[in-house]
Nanobody, 125 residues
């Protein structure tokens, strides 16, 4: 079975940092684009960032550019999201997802084949 296990969420003050991890099992990790999405209460799920397979090129939603960094370790089947300078508007449940696709994009959640269970990030002001 394919499993994506997200962890690292928690409560942090504005300006603080958190590091999320996504451990993936049951698929050939190198073949998948990995993304982080988030969903705040009452809002639609939105793409935050994604990382391509081979060249590990990264893409970011405008509001997190310069603050968030996605990375992947193909040897450990793990993707990480380092979040710095957190803001209250970053509060959401964060999900990692995997897409067996040719194009790395986080614009269309429906493209993603597998999802983790989500980890809650709460940023207090």
């Amino acid at each position: 079975d394919v499993q994506l296990q997200a962890s690292g969420g928690g409560l942090v003050q504005a300006g603080g940092s958190l590091r999320l991890s996504c451990v993936v099992q049951g698929l050939t990790f190198d073949d998948y684009v990995i993304a982080w999405f988030r969903q705040a209460p009452g809002k639609e799920r939105e793409g935050v960032t994604c990382i391509d397979m081979g060249d590990k090129k990264t893409y970011y939603e405008d509001s997190v550019k310069g603050r968030f960094t996605i990375s992947r370790d193909n040897a450990k089947n793990t993707a990480n999201l380092q979040m710095n300078s957190l803001k209250p508007e970053d509060t959401a449940v964060y999900y990692c997802a995997a897409d067996l696709g040719a194009i790395a994009t986080m614009k269309f959640p429906t493209l993603y084949d597998y999802w983790g269970q989500g980890t809650l990030v709460t940023v207090s002001s």
